[in-house]
């Protein structure tokens, strides 16, 4: 199954992640709701394959030809390589789905959890322990 | 006569001398065991104590780690150098939170982790400077030397402000590392810090796997997005 292939490349990275406590939490994942998510979806503006993180800026359809710009936060981009993406996995105009843990500070932005590509693939960030954020959407 | 004595010498001194090479530690090497995998006993690292530091900097240091505790427990940075976009430094480097690269020649090795680019290079055969002939730095000055398999690096002159686990040192603190393989594909780093901060020597260690074919990527900490408050929160700056 293709989806169970991918989550185990996320292991590894995952795992890397989280080899020491300073690791797990010299950034910050408190800023995100990790009790819920939300579920979005829309055009790619931009993917950003940064240190320390990668971003990638979406105008989700908030129906009624209306958009909401929203900022996702991704792990970064050695993890992120080591579990299969590359900086053109995704790529502006691009039209995903997307699962994310919300900012609690209410800004329109979160932590990926899930992304759909337009080809109907799924594929995951690599979040450090990922099973702690909460999918309800 | 003679002649034929010095062959034969040479000839048993061979294999004597072959046991006794260098092992060649140059290679890609990750944290062991990763989360999720138990560790086989014989490779497993030693638990990392905590610092015996003296009584007037133990306060100092518990204060720092009831912070600590309730961030972690927050689910906050623990403010350390990586939320400012900062390398760790010696000793923390070594806790491999990703991938580390060797290279080793004989009169130089270099060891780079890929969080930051970081590099520390240790000159081999060279007498340790005292800590007050260096300027403090972030991996300060290593030398290296063998003692038959276990390659012996000692370091000084970490500048007071990288710590490792947020546990204050003096300039003159001294790094000793023995570095050897349990296995081919297994490398131990025993770490001893000794300081006149503490009462006795703070000594672990970190077991390493080798990643065959695996080469470091570039990190370089371009775009820090997360902002963190007076009160140690932080908060994402959105593009717009």
Known sequence: ?137 | MIAKALLLGACLLAPATAAIAEPDFSGSWERYPPMGEKADPRYAPSPIPDPQLKPQYRAEWERGQKILKERLEEGQPAGDNYVHCIPDGMPSMMMGMFPMEVFQRAKQINITQEAFNQTRRIYMNETLPRWDEVDPSFYGRSVGHWEGDTLVVETTGIKANVTFRWTPHSEAMKITERIRLLAPDILQDQITIEDDYLEKPWTYSYSFRRMKGYRLQEYVCEDNREVVDEDGKTHLKIDR
């Open chain 1, 1 to 137: 199954m293709r989806f169970a292939r991918e989550i185990r490349l996320f292991a590894l990275p995952c795992a890397v992640a989280a080899l020491a406590i300073p690791a797990a939490a010299h950034h910050s994942f408190a800023m995100f709701d990790n009790t819920r998510s939300i579920t979005i979806h829309g055009n790619v503006t931009a993917f950003q394959w940064t240190n320390p993180h990668a971003y990638l800026e979406i105008d989700a359809d908030e129906g009624k030809g209306a958009s909401k710009h929203y900022t996702l936060e991704l792990t970064s981009p050695n993890m992120m390589s080591r579990g299969g993406w590359t900086s053109r996995t995704v790529k502006p105009g691009d039209v995903v789905t997307a699962v994310l843990s919300p900012l609690r500070d209410g800004q329109p932005g979160g932590l990926l959890l899930v992304l759909t590509l337009p080809n109907g693939k799924k594929i995951l960030p690599g979040v450090p322990h990922a099973d702690r954020y909460k999918i309800t959407s």
